[in-house]
C-alpha cells in the first residue's frame, strides 16, 4: 500500500507542468553563455558584450534561485544537488581531461597530470565553462544553510536572508576588488548570493511566475529594464574570476534590470521552439560546447568569411547541432547530463 501511494506521488510529481516562459529564459541565457564562448576563441568581440555581461550569469543566478527547494531534509536535498550538479561536473571534468591525455600520446598536445588538479589550485582548466556547475553547487549549500536560520525566526525571515546575503555579496565584492582569491570559486559564490536569494524571493514571496494584475505594464518594463541595463553597464566584469570594473552598486542593478527584461521578454513569448528546448536542455550545451568551439570555428574559418560573420555563422551552426547532440545525449549520456538520477532520491 505505501509503496503504491509512493509511486503515486512521484508519478504526480514527474508530471507536474513546466513553466513554458522560464525555458524560454533559459534558452535566451545559454544561447549568451555560448555567443560569449565563442567570442573569446574568435577574438571578436561585439558591442552588445558589455551589456550582456552584467547580466549573463546574474540571470542563471537568479533562475536557479526561482527554483531552489529544500525537498524532504538535507540529506535528500544534497542527493538531488549532486545528481543535478556535483556529478555532471566531475563527470566532464574528468572526461575532458581524459581526452587530453589520450591526445597526448598521438602527439597532438602535451599533458602534464598537474592539469588533473588545476580546479583546486587555479582557475583554469579543461572544459572551463563547467566552473558554473561547482559554483552553484557551493552556493546551494550555503543558501540552505542561511534558509535554516532565516526560518527560525519566520516574522523576519526575507530580512535575515536579504542581510546575509548581502553580507556575502560584500565580502566576494571586496575580495575581488583586493585581489584575494578563494579556492573552489567561493568567492564568486559570496559575490552571486544577492541574486540567488533574490531569485528565492521572487518565486515565494510574488507571482512573477504566474500571470498577475502587472503583466499588462511588462511592454514598458521590459523598456525601462533594458535601457536601465544599457545605460549603467559602463565596464566589464567577470564572475568566473570575481573582477569587476563596476561599481557595487551598478553590479546587482545591471544583474537584476537585464535579468528581469530577459525574464518579462520570455513571458511575453512564452514558447519559441528552437530556444525553448536549448533552454530546457542547458545543461547539456552547458557541459559540451566549450570543447565544440574549435570543431565549429575552425570549420567556419574556411570560408574566408570576416570576424563577425565567423562569429555569427559558428552561433548558428553550433546551436542547431544540438538538436542532435541532446537527444544523444539523453540516451547515451543522461546519468552525467542531470537527465537521469545516479543517486536514488
Request: aromatic share 18%; with cysteine.
Amino acid at each position: 500500500m505505501d509503496s503504491t501511494l509512493q509511486t503515486q506521488k512521484n508519478s504526480t510529481i514527474t508530471s507536474k507542468p513546466r513553466i513554458e516562459f522560464v525555458d524560454l529564459a533559459k534558452g535566451f541565457c545559454i544561447i549568451l553563455v555560448v555567443f560569449f564562448h565563442l567570442q573569446i576563441y574568435t577574438g571578436y568581440h561585439t558591442t552588445f558584450d558589455w551589456m550582456a555581461r552584467s547580466f549573463r550569469m546574474p540571470l542563471y543566478f537568479i533562475l536557479s534561485g526561482l527554483f531552489f527547494k529544500e525537498y524532504e531534509g538535507f540529506l535528500g536535498f544534497l542527493k538531488r544537488k549532486t545528481n543535478k550538479l556535483l556529478i555532471p561536473f566531475i563527470a566532464f571534468y574528468l572526461l575532458a581531461n581524459l581526452v587530453r591525455w589520450i591526445a597526448s600520446l598521438f602527439g597532438v598536445i602535451t599533458y602534464s597530470w598537474e592539469t588533473l588538479f588545476a580546479f583546486f589550485f587555479e582557475r583554469r582548466f579543461p572544459n572551463l565553462a563547467i566552473w558554473f556547475l561547482w559554483c552553484l553547487f557551493s552556493m546551494n549549500l550555503i543558501f540552505y544553510g542561511i534558509l535554516m536560520l532565516a526560518k527560525k525566526n519566520s516574522k523576519y525571515q526575507i530580512v535575515i536572508m536579504l542581510v546575509l546575503c548581502f553580507l556575502l555579496g560584500t565580502l566576494g565584492y571586496t575580495l575581488g576588488q583586493k585581489k584575494i582569491e578563494l579556492p573552489l570559486f567561493w568567492d564568486t559564490a559570496c559575490t552571486a548570493m544577492p541574486f540567488f536569494c533574490l531569485g528565492y524571493i521572487l518565486n515565494k514571496f510574488t507571482d512573477i511566475l504566474r500571470p498577475n494584475k502587472w503583466d499588462k505594464y511588462i511592454l514598458p518594463m521590459i523598456l525601462i529594464l533594458a535601457l536601465a541595463t544599457k545605460l549603467l553597464a559602463n565596464n566589464t566584469l567577470d564572475y568566473k574570476n570575481n573582477v569587476y570594473l563596476m561599481s557595487f552598486p551598478r553590479i546587482y542593478i545591471c544583474g537584476i534590470c537585464g535579468t528581469l527584461c530577459v525574464l518579462f521578454i520570455a513571458k511575453v513569448f512564452k514558447k519559441l521552439p528552437l530556444i525553448s528546448y536549448w533552454g530546457r536542455y542547458s545543461i547539456i550545451i552547458l557541459v559540451t560546447h566549450y570543447e565544440l568551439r574549435p570543431l565549429f570555428v575552425e570549420t567556419v574559418r574556411l570560408l574566408g568569411l570576416p570576424d563577425w560573420g565567423t562569429l555569427l555563422v559558428s552561433l548558428v551552426l553550433m546551436m542547431l547541432s544540438y538538436l542532435l547532440i541532446i537527444p544523444l545525449m539523453i540516451k547515451f549520456f543522461g546519468y552525467i547530463t542531470a537527465q537521469k538520477d545516479v543517486i536514488a532520491v
